[in-house]
Nanobody, 119 residues
Framework: QVQLVESGGGLVQAGGSLRLSCAAS????????MGWYRQAPGKQRELVAD???????NYADSVKGRFTISRDNAKNTVALQMNSLKPEDTAVYYC?????????????WGQGTQVTVSS
């Protein structure tokens, strides 16, 4: 079993910064793409950013220039640095990872962490 454990999040004023972290643990074979998704009340879950094992990144247009995703392959961790936060960034943020193994792959999700940006 492989699990994702998130940390970070909280309440911040508009214009502030937060950092989210996520670590994979358990019987890991290989973690491929890792990313962050978010879900605001009444809305669908959406991709915020993801990063391949080779560190190629992809960002939602709404966060480009404000958020930075990074990872440490040796530690199986991914982080999301969020700057210039806006009230519309308020959501539950979920860590996501693709775990590849001998028999295929599994898509993993963290438990979610709340980010609230006050105006």
């Amino acid at each position: 079993q492989v699990q994702l454990v998130e940390s970070g999040g909280g309440l911040v004023q508009a214009g502030g910064s937060l950092r989210l972290s996520c670590a994979a643990s358990g019987s890991i074979f290989r973690i491929d793409t890792m990313g962050w998704y978010r879900q605001a009340p009444g809305k669908q879950r959406e991709l915020v950013a993801d990063i391949t094992r080779g560190s190629m990144t992809n960002y939602a247009d709404s966060v480009k220039g404000r958020f930075t995703i990074s990872r440490d392959n040796a530690k199986n961790t991914v982080a999301l640095q969020m700057n210039s936060l806006k009230p519309e960034d308020t959501a539950v943020y979920y860590c996501n990872a693709v775990h590849s193994h001998t028999y295929g792959f599994d898509t993993l999700w963290g438990q979610g962490t709340q980010v609230t940006v006050s105006s």
